[in-house]
T-cell receptor, first 113, second 113 residues
Framework: SQTIHQWPATLVQPVGSPLSLECTVE??????LYWYRQAAGRGLQLLFY??????ISSEVPQNLSASRPQDRQFILSSKKLLLSDSGFYLC????????????FGDGTRLSIL | GNSVTQMEGPVTLSEEAFLTINCTYT??????LFWYVQYPGEGLQLLLK?????DKGSNKGFEATYRKETTSFHLEKGSVQVSDSAVYFC????????????FGDGTTLTVKP
C-alpha cells in the first residue's frame, strides 16, 4: 500500500533562518506531488506541485521554493523565513487522474519566532 | 475557473443529531467531487467521493450525492458522534489538470455529548 511521510512534525524557527521540509512517498511510482499551506482556521493554499522529477510549478509567488530531486521525494525550502511563513504545511500525492483523490501526509506545524 | 463554496461554520451539534454540510461548486468541465476530513493536528483524509452525476458516495455513515443540476455535493449523516468532530472539506478535480484539486474553505464540526 502507498504511504506518505512528512517531517518534522513540528518546527520552531527564528525569523531569517533557512527552512527545509521533506516529504517522501512509498508504494507508488511517478506520483504527482503537492505542497499546501494551511493558516490557522483557514482552508488550503496550494503552493507548489510537481508532475515529475525536476519539474516544479509554483502557484503563489512567495518566499518559498520547492524541489523534487527524486521521483518520490518533495522538498519545501526557504533561504530566509518570514513571520508570515508560519502555518501548517501539508504534502500530498495523487496519481494525476481527476477521478482519484489526493493523499495527505500528517503535516508540519511551523512556528516562526 | 473552478471554485467550491462550503457552508460556513463552525457547526455545533448534539450527539445523535442529523448533519448536513452544504457544498456547491463551479467547474469548467465535468468534475469529480470529494469530501475530506481533517482531525486536529493531522492531514486530510478522503471521506468519500463521486465521479459522475447521481453517484452517491458513502463511508462511515456519511453520504453525499453528486447533483449536476444544482451543482451540489452536500454531506449528510443521520446520527453524529463525538468522534465526528473535525474539519470537513469539499473539493473538486477536473480533467487533465495535473490532478490538482480545488478545495472549499472547510467547515468545523463540533459534536457535544
Amino acid at each position: 500500500s502507498q504511504t506518505i511521510h512528512q517531517w518534522p512534525a513540528t518546527l520552531v524557527q527564528p525569523v531569517g533562518s533557512p527552512l527545509s521540509l521533506e516529504c517522501t512517498v512509498e508504494g507508488t511510482s511517478n506520483p504527482n506531488l503537492y505542497w499546501y499551506r494551511q493558516a490557522a482556521g483557514r482552508g488550503l493554499q496550494l503552493l507548489f506541485y510537481s508532475v515529475g522529477i525536476g519539474q516544479i510549478s509554483s502557484e503563489v509567488p512567495q518566499n518559498l521554493s520547492a524541489s523534487r530531486p527524486q521521483d518520490r521525494q518533495f522538498i519545501l525550502s526557504s533561504k530566509k523565513l518570514l513571520l508570515s511563513d508560519s502555518g501548517f504545511y501539508l504534502c500530498a500525492w495523487s496519481s494525476g487522474s481527476s477521478n482519484q483523490p489526493q493523499h495527505f501526509g500528517d503535516g508540519t506545524r511551523l512556528s516562526i519566532l | 475557473g473552478n471554485s467550491v463554496t462550503q457552508m460556513e461554520g463552525p457547526v455545533t451539534l448534539s450527539e445523535e443529531a442529523f448533519l448536513t454540510i452544504n457544498c456547491t461548486y463551479t467547474a469548467t468541465g465535468y468534475p469529480s467531487l470529494f469530501w475530506y476530513v481533517q482531525y486536529p493536528g493531522e492531514g486530510l483524509q478522503l471521506l468519500l467521493k463521486a465521479t459522475k452525476a447521481d453517484d452517491k458516495g458513502s463511508n462511515k455513515g456519511f453520504e453525499a450525492t453528486y447533483r449536476k443540476e444544482t451543482t451540489s455535493f452536500h454531506l449528510e449523516k443521520g446520527s453524529v458522534q463525538v468522534s465526528d468532530s473535525a474539519v470537513y472539506f469539499c473539493a473538486l478535480s477536473v480533467g487533465t489538470n495535473a490532478g490538482k484539486s480545488t478545495f472549499g474553505d472547510g467547515t468545523t464540526l463540533t459534536v457535544k455529548p
